[in-house]
């Protein structure tokens, strides 16, 4: 089995800085694509940040010049550093990654979810 275990949320004041962490563990051959979503009250969860695994980067507009998602492959690892944070920030923020789990299998790709982590700014 894959976990992916997310860290790093909390209370923020507007302008502030919070970087998330997220750690995949278990069953991995592959880790191909890894991103972050984030889901507030009401809304549906969308797109945050995403990276592949040769590093190339997405971002969504809102997030763009202040958010930088980066992983670290040898430790099964992705970041996203969140910089001048507002209130529409505040959402529960989700790992996501997409694993091959043995190289028997290599074709094979499996989507796996964190638990998600509070992410609240607010003065």
């Known amino acids: 089995q894959v976990q992916l275990v997310e860290s790093g949320g909390g209370l923020v004041q507007p302008g502030g800085s919070l970087r998330l962490s997220c750690v995949a563990s278990g069953s991995i051959f592959k880790i191909n694509g890894m991103g972050w979503y984030r889901q507030a009250p009401g809304k549906e969860r969308e797109l945050v940040a995403s990276?592949?695994?040769?590093?190339?980067?997405n971002y969504a507009d809102s997030v763009k010049a202040r958010f930088a998602i980066s992983r670290d492959n040898a430790k099964n690892m992705v970041y996203l550093q969140m910089n001048s944070l507002k209130p529409d920030d505040t959402a529960v923020y989700y790992c996501n990654a997409e694993i091959t789990p043995s190289a028997r299998y290599y074709y094979l790709k499996y989507a796996y979810w964190g638990q998600g982590t509070q992410v609240t700014v607010s003065s």
């Open positions: 990276i592949t695994s040769g590093g190339d980067t």
